[in-house]
């Protein structure tokens, strides 16, 4: 499910570093799209503010020129959004803002184990497909006084349209995938409306598209015990297409499997855009010291490339990206190696 | 924290198997209870009737009856409930009803693995705390139909009574640990009212209690982190206290690192009662072959005790069952063993 590479003659991509660790990765990805030469349309490079540090500067975290930018853009890679310590009147996430005002309702998020099972196969091997609109990220809440202190209230919102197309995003992936399964993530033993909703439309898919899926199989799983399950069994997985909030919790969950969250890329993908952005946070705690992984940004911008049509340049961060992990000479702190960023993604480009 | 033993010169107990395995692991639970003798006042045992298979044949999932008996009685234990695997009308969970009925705002929820580290202490020992009324699980959804089909909200709930009272409960546990440390589980950074009240509601429990939690040091972490951090680095938890939902999530992900969930215990309790329940569901690719694992239901006996005050019966219990676990001869096929549920049921009743 790619959008048409049309006939671009130059690739407009804007960066959202935003806080912490996001500064430091972003620019690896940015050398990694360089590196690609005509592999892919020119790459043409807008800097973009937003995030928490933003806010605290200016009292806006989103700025409306970062909107506009990107609305006239091809597409973005977005760094990582610090979270405030304490309630902060007026801060709200950029990054849950974007994915709405540009309607990027997929959250695709492949988890893949580098290290390989006896069999050759990957350990893991599952793309995590997030509704990236609704559910709790709705924001709506109220906070009431009552005769018990007090109350607060949030909506949790789920459409049948939102749930129709990432039930369609997740069946179209699943396609392209040997396994082809995908796994509905819900808790409709408790929210029987709302993931009930979730459930049976996601079910639905298939009968509207005549015959397209009739090889992908279903399964589902109750958010709590597919957690269980995935620290278990994760080789059961294949697509799992959750809810917002479930599919958040479910992707890092995913990612403690593969050895650490600093390998784990993604998009928000929507019809005409598509956004990279690394699953890890800003990383306050070792933001500035140059050591933070640039691996799964790397792979946001590879994936987001193949989100674009452009497979060819997609495959070769890949395939450079697979080699360095793999040898495993050339590894930042997190994945136990002494490597600066710098050197990872040095070691990356000169194979890319 | 613990109700008054008072002087009982009996115990009288609820036994609500439910549906499955539940219907397996419950007598076990008995059996065990039954052993202790002069340790406890003599157990007085009423079998109760819920769950869906009940609702599939009477049209009611909780009858009067049960909750009137439950509330003539000093405690119980509960089994598991099916989910119905479509929508089913009139249909709603029992466990979640009665959580609320009784008022059992606290799901206790230890979870410590067998195996030690070298160092001798066990890898994981560590206790989710859940609220158990609120949150997602007030069950408030309501459905229209809108421009683009169905819409389905839910509310999410948080006040700062129940905040504060899982809160305390949270810090009461937290003092009669060796840590003493309390880790807030939250999302503030997406729900700042809802999850924003739950955090500094829970943070100002001590200022509250004049000293009492001094030595209690607090931390707090974002759900889709905490998982993640707990699949990592699950020693960093001792006490984690989270809002409804996320506790069961979380309570899952712990279960996974301990072996099964089969080993695991929870209470659900109240000023006033106490009901234990195993972390495990109904099972039924496993139900009615007697091989399910009854250790979650016998350490969950255990649990209630301890909350009840009679903590000498519950360690008899838990030794019991630590030795037999230990020897891992006589085990369920959940963890690798081929005894039956009776088995190892016997085994440990042989100990008490
Ligand atoms: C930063 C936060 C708002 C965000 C989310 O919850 O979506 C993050 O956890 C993610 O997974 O991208
Ligand atoms: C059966 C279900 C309603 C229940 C819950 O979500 O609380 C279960 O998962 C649990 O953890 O006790």
Redesign the interface.
């Known amino acids: 499910r790619c959008m048409s590479t049309a006939s671009r003659s130059k690739l407009k991509i804007g960066l959202i570093p935003a806080d912490g660790i996001g500064r430091e990765v972003i620019p690896a990805a940015q050398a990694a799209l360089e590196a690609l030469g005509s592999d892919i349309p020119k790459p043409e490079f807008t800097h973009l503010l937003a995030g928490f540090e933003y806010f605290q500067r200016k009292g806006e975290a989103l700025p409306d020129e970062t909107v506009e930018t990107l609305r006239e853009s091809d597409c973005a890679l977005f760094g990582a959004v610090s979270?405030?310590s304490k309630?902060v009147t007026g801060?709200?996430?950029p990054i849950?803002a974007l994915r709405k005002i540009l309607d990027l309702y997929a959250n695709v998020r492949p988890v893949v184990s580098v290290a390989d099972t006896p069999g050759g196969k990957p350990a893991v091997d599952l793309i995590v497909v997030r509704e990236n609109t609704e559910c709790?990220?709705v924001?709506q809440?109220?906070?009431e006084h009552?005769p018990?202190?007090?109350?607060?209230?949030?909506?949790?919102?789920?459409?049948?349209?939102a749930s129709?197309r990432i039930g369609r995003m997740a069946f179209e992936l699943a396609l392209n995938r040997p396994r082809k399964h995908v796994t509905i993530i819900h808790?409709?033993?408790?929210?029987?409306?709302?993931d009930?909703?979730f459930r049976?439309?996601v079910r639905a898919v298939p009968a509207l598209e005549d015959g397209r899926y009739d090889e992908v199989t279903i399964a589902e799983q109750?958010?709590?015990?597919a957690?269980?399950?995935?620290?278990?069994e994760p080789h059961i997985y294949d697509v799992m297409v959750a809810p917002n909030?479930y599919g958040?919790?479910i992707?890092?969950?995913a990612?403690?499997?593969v050895g650490s969250?600093g390998l784990v890329p993604s998009v928000n993908a929507g019809d005409t855009f598509v956004m990279g952005e690394p699953v890890h946070?800003s990383a306050p705690d070792i933001a500035g010291q140059g050591i933070a992984n640039p691996i799964a940004s790397i792979r946001s911008a590879a994936l987001m490339l193949r989100h674009l049509g452009y497979s060819k340049g997609a495959d070769r961060i890949d395939k450079a990206v697979d080699e360095v992990v793999r040898e495993g000479t050339v590894s930042t702190p997190d994945l136990g190696g002494k490597s600066k960023t710098q050197e990872v993604t040095d070691e990356i480009v000169k194979r890319i």
């Open positions: 979270s405030p309630k801060y709200s996430s849950v709790l990220y924001k809440e109220t906070l009552g018990h202190g007090k109350e607060a209230r949030a909506t949790r919102l789920i459409t049948e349209r129709r808790k409709s033993n408790v929210l029987s409306v709302t009930g909703l049976e439309t109750l958010v709590d015990s957690v269980y399950r995935l620290f278990r909030l958040d919790i992707s890092d969950a990612a403690a499997l969250l946070g």
